[in-house]
């Protein structure tokens, strides 16, 4: 049957299918699904639900259900979502469970499977990515193609095991001065100008235009990716709603900033779409390693990761007091718990004060 456009109570348009189709005891009956942004989704999913044979689903193998999936998610994310999930599935999870039948996926399997990916050494972080990995394909065998019930779910994530936090590195003020002040390029000192006095992600650095600085204020609403596609550069917006922000600039950057802009406008041709760190094209990522490690040994000071400038901007803020909640803003953290999570350990112990306030009170009563 075809596919219907529909109004939803939001107003919004959206796309629903009806088909019939057959359940396990053979009666025939007509579903209905909606909820789907275009038509070519709607299809898809009709596709899907009329393929399904929910009978015989102990026949299909994980790779036959991967393609499947595998077609829904690359309509349906981010290029650089979809090159992430299908990373995962390609080099971790496929070659370990590409020939199993589904109904042969036992929780057995599924824990030697977990034991095999634990002797790699990943962090928890990454385990619980595959973990996640597999929930979402097998759900999606569920919706679709009658599978019974859904083992990684009910087997459960990977044990968390202990693990030495990483302390992130940074630079103090004192050090990045050392560092700025032999930094003789135009771009270049306004890049990591910025880099340290906002938090930015290099990403997030790079994918800036002119007109996203307005009013001494950067507007934080896409990122660049590292990689590019047929020679094209990837923008897209930021993986979370929280990372999309304004952040207020001092006074110093402004100044360097619009300084940066009138240097761009001696070339033929600027137009405000320009990026703001390379012109016509963003600086290139390798180029910016090699020219901070160039400057770093000029200064003579310890040489640290792009996003250590990051860190950096986190530790001078919490150095002068500036509240958690402030700062965890200024970087775009999905919560404040992140922000403490990272950063906790560069938090000024006060504890003294806190007992001079409490011997107050009481010398007070």
Sequence with gaps: MPVYQYQNKDGTKLWKFRAYAEDVFGNRKQSERKGFVTKKEAQLAEMNFKLADKSEHSNMTFYELWLLYKEEKELKLKKQSFRTINSRFENYILPYFKDYKLNKITNNVYIKWQKEIESKGFKHKYNSSLHTAMVGILNYGIRFYGLKENVASLTGNFQRKTELKKNVDFWSYEEYEKFIEVV???????????LYYTGLRQGEALALNWN??????LNINKTI???????????????????????????NLIKQLDELKQFYKKYVGFEDNWFIFG??????PSTIGRRKN?????????????HDFRHSHASLLLSKNVPITVISQRLGHSDINMTLNTYSHMIPKD????IDILNQLKSNN
């Design 212 to 217: 996203d600085f307005k009013d001494g204020v």
């Design 279 to 284: 012109g016509l094209e963003p600086l290139s």
């Design 351 to 354: 504890e003294d004060k806190a």
């Design 294 to 306: 160039k400057y770093c040994d000029k200064a003579d000071v310890k040489k640290i990761r792009i």
């Design 184 to 194: 003789d390029d135009i771009v270049y000192k306004s890049f990591f100008e910025t």
């Design 225 to 251: 990716s590292k990689e590019t596609i047929n020679g094209e550069h990837i923008i897209n917006t930021p993986k979370t709603t929280n990372s999309i922000r304004r952040v207020k600039l001092d006074d």
